[in-house]
């Protein structure tokens, strides 16, 4: 072996001790907090990520203690609350004793799947990109009923989907299914009719009058000329557009009836005045910037009302 070889040779080794010297001997301060494990992480995985958030200070020993108790690949996907001084061996004993805490995830009502989807994300229970694909090969925009949940953080997508579905059952209960049968509606339609009132008006009593208005008009075969159904297609596929007549099966100042399917997850409020609507003498409806609804029987007096409250 050649001079410059050992020379080659020992500072390599005097790098690998100085490396597990550190890992070992330089302790971060330890944290407390909530550390998550994601399904699929392996012990090497798990160890660097508790390094790297100051929950341990040696990856080293909690491999080492992982594979002693041979626990190394018993460690369970989920959000675990850390207490200030755990040691290797309490992390590794709560995480195969799957003492997870569950995570509160509020959706309020008006939410789009992608706003939902970027929610899940931010409490790391899903990836967004994947929640996404799977409610929109679904078709499930409007169906992801607003709530306040509990989630399994070791729950996948396809879990925490169904778990809100199951909701959504629970909350359109037969008495609401009976009435949208006798009115010879599907609850497509009203779940979508409910996404609309929720984003155009605030109270319950104008949601049913803006519903007897809605229905009325598609039922005319009568455009709906609804913003929010264009602002739902806008934002999601072309922002820069503002042309009403852009085309879109979501643009009801073009085409007549109901957009092709929901623009939100509406909240029960408004899928209950979706069904029982107010029938009136009137065809037009407008919101003020305050969030008051004025109503207008003619387009004459609902242009008169666009000029008293709309222009500056």
């Given at each position: ?26 302790h ?32 080293l ?85 607003p ?16 778990q ?91 085409y ?21 609507l ?35």
């Amino acid at each position: 072996m050649t001079r410059y070889l050992k020379i080659l040779l020992f500072a390599v080794l005097i790098a690998v001790v100085a490396v597990i010297f550190l890992d070992i001997f330089w302790h971060n301060p330890q944290a407390e907090g909530f550390f998550v494990i994601t399904r699929g992480d392996n012990v090497l995985q798990i160890a660097s990520n508790l390094k790297s958030q100051g929950y341990i200070g040696s990856r080293l020993i909690f491999i080492g203690d992982a594979v002693s108790s041979g626990n190394f690949r018993k460690m369970k996907a989920g959000r675990y609350e850390i207490s200030k001084g755990s040691t290797s061996q309490d992390l590794i004993e709560k995480f195969t004793k799957f003492q997870s805490a569950s995570i509160n995830i509020l959706i309020v009502p008006g939410k789009t799947t992608n706003d939902i989807a970027r929610i899940l994300a931010q409490g790391r229970l899903v990836k967004k990109d994947e929640f996404l694909d799977l409610v929109l090969r679904d078709k499930l925009e409007g169906y992801l009923f607003p709530d306040n949940y509990l989630i399994d953080p070791g729950a996948t997508a396809q879990d925490i989907i169904k778990q809100i579905l199951d909701n959504f059952d629970k909350k359109l209960t037969d008495d609401l299914k009976q009435a949208i049968e006798q009115q010879h509606r599907t609850v497509a339609d009203v779940i979508t009719m409910a996404s609309i009132l929720e984003k155009e008006v605030k109270t319950y009593h104008d949601k049913q009058m803006v519903a007897g208005i809605l229905w009325k008009r598609a039922e005319n075969n009568l455009p709906l000329q609804v913003d929010s159904t264009l602002l739902y297609f806008l934002t999601s596929a072309h922002p820069n557009l503002i042309d009403k007549s852009v085309e879109s099966p979501y643009n009801t100042y073009k085409y007549a009836g109901l957009p092709v399917g929901p623009i939100c997850s509406p909240g029960i409020e408004s899928i209950r005045a979706a069904i029982y609507l107010i029938n009136s003498d009137y065809w037009f409806y407008l919101s003020t910037p305050d969030g008051e609804t004025i109503f207008a029987e003619t387009l004459g007096q609902h242009l008169i009302n666009k000029a008293k409250y709309l222009t500056n």
